[in-house]
């Protein structure tokens, strides 16, 4: 089988994109668990505030761009074990936004990155998505499925560069036998994401604790399966330990899945908001379903264990806390 228990003895471990919203979960997660994180990030998307208070001597943090190689003996002095790579722009109005940078640091970033694992015989786990599924003909998705992705669309610039990162980790594993591992993440939560990040959770939140009205793009039809993050950085460390033959890629997600229109429901009532609904127009190419299959992630033994009502729980609880709002 492929998944591995690995002793917890302590490593060295560089997360790019670890001031992010992934990223800062995964960072304080393997902290806790006594190892050394170097942290690399541009803070395009990511805060700051989300790791400043990291008061560790195992912590260190490198303002960097992956698009640009990483003068690794000028930071760096020791051997680096394991490479997370979650540094990419990852909610749609962001990308949108930048999509050149968004393709750089899809490609160029993840050359960079793959080349310094291959200087330190470090494992490399890319940070794929359920993107690259795209406008899914095949429902859920599994791993062996190709997907359905407009190639030069406004979304292109996110899909198409992970696809392509997909690729670039596969023919380093091929041609070099660096140890590449690939998750394709689909729609996760929880706190540390940016209030302002754009993407549903975030957005449907802070409307209803604002008590503004829920914009639900297009009639609420379309579905989305929700993880709660710490499933989620669960998910990355056990594909990060399985076999060096196994690259994946894996889907990691809950397969629950919900409408758009049920998840604004629910948020609602959570909050206990007096929110109207409201229908904007829906973005370009927005898939219409998502839902992964995760057989071949319970064979790493992972499911995900925190349901959308817990995790929403603790989600709204965080961002009570840290946004201004009235009641
Ligand atoms: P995020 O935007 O919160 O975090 C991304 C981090 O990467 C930020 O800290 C950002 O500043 C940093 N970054 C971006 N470009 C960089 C560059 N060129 N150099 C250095 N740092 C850079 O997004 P997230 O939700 O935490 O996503 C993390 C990873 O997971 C991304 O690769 C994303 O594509 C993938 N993913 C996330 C989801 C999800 O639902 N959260 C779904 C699918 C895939
Ligand atoms: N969405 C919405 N209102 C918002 C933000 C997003 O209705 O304020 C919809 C969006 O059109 C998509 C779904 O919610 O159908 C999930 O969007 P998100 O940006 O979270 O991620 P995606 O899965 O599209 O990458």
């Given at each position: 089988m492929i998944a591995k228990k690995e002793k917890k003895i302590m490593k060295t471990i560089l997360i790019a994109g670890g001031a992010g919203f992934i990223g800062t979960n995964l960072t304080k997660r393997l902290l806790n668990e006594e190892n050394n994180i170097i942290c690399i990030d541009n803070f395009h998307t990511g805060k700051l505030k989300n790791i400043e208070?990291?008061?560790?001597?195992?912590f260190k943090l490198i303002k960097h761009d992956i698009i640009n190689p990483l003068k690794i003996d000028e930071k760096i002095d020791e051997k680096i074990d394991e490479i997370y790579n979650l540094a990419s722009p990852a909610s749609p109005p962001h990308y949108q936004a930048a999509p050149l940078q968004t393709i750089k640091t899809n490609i160029h970033g993840v050359f960079n990155l793959l080349e310094l694992a291959k200087e330190n015989d470090a494992k490399f786990l890319q940070t794929s998505t359920?993107?690259?599924?795209?406008?899914?003909?095949?429902?859920?998705?599994?791993?062996s499925y190709w997907g359905n992705v407009?190639?030069?669309?406004?979304?292109s610039c996110y899909d198409e560069s992970k696809r392509c990162s997909e690729s670039i980790c596969m023919n380093y594993y091929r041609e070099y036998g660096t140890k590449v591992k690939i998750v394709r993440i689909f729609n996760t939560y929880g706190p540390?994401?940016?209030?302002?990040?754009?993407?549903v959770v975030t957005n449907f939140i802070i409307e209803a604790l604002k008590n503004e009205n829920i914009t639900i793009y297009g009639d609420g039809s379309q579905t989305r399966s929700f993880c709660y993050v710490d499933d989620m950085v669960e998910g990355l460390i056990r594909m990060m330990g399985t076999d060096d033959d196994f690259t994946g890629p894996v889907n990691l997600g809950n397969p629950e899945e919900f409408s758009i229109l049920e998840f604004a429901k629910k948020v609602i009532e959570k909050t206990n908001s007096s929110s109207n609904i409201i229908n904007c127009p829906l973005p370009h190419d927005d898939p219409t379903q998502r839902k992964p299959d995760i057989a071949l992630a319970k064979?790493?033994?992972?499911?995900?264990?925190?349901k959308l009502d817990e995790g929403l729980d603790k989600t709204i609880e965080y961002y009570k806390k840290i946004i201004d709002y009235q009641i």
């Amino acid at each position: 089988m492929i998944a591995k228990k690995e002793k917890k003895i302590m490593k060295t471990i560089l997360i790019a994109g670890g001031a992010g919203f992934i990223g800062t979960n995964l960072t304080k997660r393997l902290l806790n668990e006594e190892n050394n994180i170097i942290c690399i990030d541009n803070f395009h998307t990511g805060k700051l505030k989300n790791i400043e208070n990291i008061k560790s001597d195992n912590f260190k943090l490198i303002k960097h761009d992956i698009i640009n190689p990483l003068k690794i003996d000028e930071k760096i002095d020791e051997k680096i074990d394991e490479i997370y790579n979650l540094a990419s722009p990852a909610s749609p109005p962001h990308y949108q936004a930048a999509p050149l940078q968004t393709i750089k640091t899809n490609i160029h970033g993840v050359f960079n990155l793959l080349e310094l694992a291959k200087e330190n015989d470090a494992k490399f786990l890319q940070t794929s998505t359920s993107e690259v599924y795209g406008e899914p003909l095949e429902h859920p998705q599994k791993e062996s499925y190709w997907g359905n992705v407009n190639p030069n669309g406004f979304r292109s610039c996110y899909d198409e560069s992970k696809r392509c990162s997909e690729s670039i980790c596969m023919n380093y594993y091929r041609e070099y036998g660096t140890k590449v591992k690939i998750v394709r993440i689909f729609n996760t939560y929880g706190p540390y994401m940016d209030p302002k990040d754009g993407r549903v959770v975030t957005n449907f939140i802070i409307e209803a604790l604002k008590n503004e009205n829920i914009t639900i793009y297009g009639d609420g039809s379309q579905t989305r399966s929700f993880c709660y993050v710490d499933d989620m950085v669960e998910g990355l460390i056990r594909m990060m330990g399985t076999d060096d033959d196994f690259t994946g890629p894996v889907n990691l997600g809950n397969p629950e899945e919900f409408s758009i229109l049920e998840f604004a429901k629910k948020v609602i009532e959570k909050t206990n908001s007096s929110s109207n609904i409201i229908n904007c127009p829906l973005p370009h190419d927005d898939p219409t379903q998502r839902k992964p299959d995760i057989a071949l992630a319970k064979r790493m033994d992972w499911k995900p264990e925190i349901k959308l009502d817990e995790g929403l729980d603790k989600t709204i609880e965080y961002y009570k806390k840290i946004i201004d709002y009235q009641i």
